[in-house]
Nanobody
Framework: QVQLVESGGGLVQPGGSLRLACAAS????????IGWFRQAPGKEREGVLC????????YYIDSVKGRFSVSRDNAKNTVYLRMDSLKPEDTAVYYC????????????????WGQGNQVTVSS
């Protein structure tokens, strides 16, 4: 069974940090790019960043550059999204998604999705 399961979200104060994990099963993880998307209330789901099967990162939102980073551990079939210096505008449901090989901004090209994980940045 193909699955992506996210963990690690929660409530954090502005300026704080969180690390989300996306654990995969049921497919050849090392061949897939993993993208992170987020959806704030009343807004469209948007791409945040992506890590390709070869480990190259692509950023899709300028405001997260220098604050968010992504890594993958193919031995554990897991991708990690590290979020530092969090701001209230980062509040959203965060999703990981998989597509074969390379990254792409368009969410419709991703065919495997996690269930989403709430991140709330508030004092």
């Amino acid at each position: 069974q193909v699955q992506l399961v996210e963990s690690g979200g929660g409530l954090v104060q502005p300026g704080g940090s969180l690390r989300l994990a996306c654990a995969a099963s049921g497919f050849t993880f090392r061949d897939y790019a993993i993208g992170w998307f987020r959806q704030a209330p009343g807004k469209e789901r948007e791409g945040v960043l992506c890590i390709s099967s070869s480990g190259v990162t692509s950023y899709y939102i300028d405001s997260v550059k220098g604050r968010f980073s992504v890594s993958r551990d193919n031995a554990k079939n897991t991708v990690y999204l590290r979020m530092d210096s969090l701001k209230p505008e980062d509040t959203a449901v965060y999703y990981c998604a998989a597509r074969l090989y390379g990254c792409f901004r368009n969410r419709e090209t991703y065919n495997r999705w996690g269930q989403g994980n709430q991140v709330t940045v508030s004092s």
